[in-house]
């Protein structure tokens, strides 16, 4: 299995401003991914976070208003950028370990933009 | 576009009763998860299934995968308050992506 830690767990912020989740996972993965959950809602995918290279994001999401890193094997970021109360949504990092496909999820960071 | 229906989308029952959820697709599953969310976790996967009419069992929880491989059902027995959560089934997708696409999920609230 996988540890998968994010910060901050949860945060407030105001519209117009940006805000940077953390991903940390303590086991070789090879696949990261980042997912939102609107209140009451299921998870869609945002995007898939290469290492080294750029994002990939799926229909509807694009690099700048979510730009993504992933500078090694166990870590990356998702930035929620210019936000509107739209955007208050419970963001999740889900990962891949290597040789397996099973899929394993951090606890979410739940973020409230006023 | 794959779409997942799921249901029902609430159920309130009482420990000790029984109940089944339901996920429907609009297209043929490549392979089937149910997850369950807690508040303030993310998902754990329960199930994957991939063989049409593959039923698999987790103690109380009883998994189906249709003949088709178009729907899938989720009974659980003897519902415990524990069982509370969100279920949600996805379509696993290609292994190579790695993508999930999820239903809508079904909220169960199991009141002691």
């Known amino acids: 299995s996988a540890v998968i830690s994010q910060k901050p767990s949860r945060d407030i912020c105001q519209r117009g401003t940006s805000l940077t989740i953390q991903c940390q996972v303590d086991?070789?993965?090879?696949?990261m991914f980042w997912y939102r959950q609107q209140p009451g809602q299921s998870l869609t995918l945002i995007a898939t976070a290469n290492q080294g290279s750029e994002a990939t994001y799926e229909s509807g999401f694009v690099i700048d208003k979510f730009p993504i890193s992933r500078p090694n094997l166990t870590f990356s970021t998702l930035t929620v950028s210019n936000m509107s109360p739209e955007d208050s949504s419970i963001y999740l990092c889900?990962?891949?370990?290597?040789?397996?496909?099973?899929?394993?999820f951090g606890p979410g960071t739940r973020l409230t933009v006023l | 576009t794959q779409l997942l229906e799921q249901s029902p989308q609430f159920l309130s029952i009482q420990e000790g009763e029984n109940l089944t959820v339901y996920c429907n697709s609009s297209s043929v599953f490549s392979s089937l998860q149910w997850y369950r969310q807690e508040p303030g976790e993310g998902p754990v996967l329960l199930v994957t299934?991939?063989?049409?009419?593959e039923v698999k069992k987790l103690k109380r929880l009883t998994f189906q995968f249709g003949d088709a491989r178009k729907d899938s059902s989720l009974h659980i027995t003897a519902a415990q308050t524990g069982d509370t959560g969100l279920y949600l089934c996805a379509d696993a997708g290609s292994s190579n992506t790695g993508k999930l696409i999820f239903g809508q999920g079904t909220t169960l609230q199991v009141k002691p």
């Open positions: 086991s070789q993965v090879t696949m």
């Open positions: 889900s990962v891949r370990l290597l040789f397996r496909d099973t899929q394993y």
């Open positions: 299934v991939v063989t049409g009419g």
